[in-house]
């Protein structure tokens, strides 16, 4: 089978592929620009997949996320998760891999952190990453989640986040948002892919 090239190798700047993925397709992607946040409409995929390219925020702090079941009226889903971190510092004097148990919630309605330290906001740096979300349109069962992400913290560590764990509601969920813990995501882009 012949190697097929992308003309355009910024993922950030896909809108169709040359290749078949088997069953992910793009389903929307969304640009920030000083954006409060940013909302999908979610479908009926068996599982969607959101890539975060160069997530730079206005503040210095975390990206976060929730759910809705009401079309976005409301995002105020129960969620129980847990969330460890590796992180190095650029000065090569501490590291970590550890469990982070102010991160995780356990039956709460409130937004989970995708990046559990803050992000830097200096101008060259930025959050990437990815969010896989199973079949969110199951009237039967609970739905997963799980992330990973890496970042620039504020005290120039390189931060590797893995969150993980579920909407504890039988009630098919409609949409998502991201936001940042405060201020605007200033700049980046969002891609959602849905598998079937």
Do not use: W
């Amino acid at each position: 089978m012949p190697l097929t090239k992308l003309n355009n190798k910024a993922v950030a700047n896909v809108t169709t592929l040359p290749v078949a993925l088997g069953d992910m397709v793009l389903v929307s992607s969304a640009t920030a620009s000083s954006s409060a946040s940013i909302e999908f409409s979610l479908g009926n995929y068996k599982e969607y997949k959101f890539f975060f390219v160069n997530i730079h925020p206005a503040n210095n702090t975390p990206l976060k996320f929730n759910l809705s079941t009401d079309n976005g009226s409301n995002y105020n889903v129960t969620k129980t998760t847990t969330a460890f971190t590796a992180y190095h510092n650029e000065g090569d004097t501490d590291t970590l891999l550890g469990y982070q148990t102010a991160h995780d919630l356990a039956q709460s309605t409130s937004d989970q952190r995708i990046t559990i330290f803050n992000i830097k906001n200096n101008n060259d740096s930025s959050m990437s990453g990815y969010l896989h979300l199973f079949n969110p349109s199951s009237s039967t069962y609970v739905k997963h989640f799980m992330s990973v992400c890496n970042y620039e913290e504020t005290s120039q560590y390189s931060i590797n986040d893995y969150i993980a764990g579920y909407a504890n509601t039988t009630s098919p969920l409609t949409n998502i948002i991201f936001r940042m813990d405060s201020g605007n995501i200033d700049a980046g882009k969002i891609l959602m892919f849905g598998v079937n």
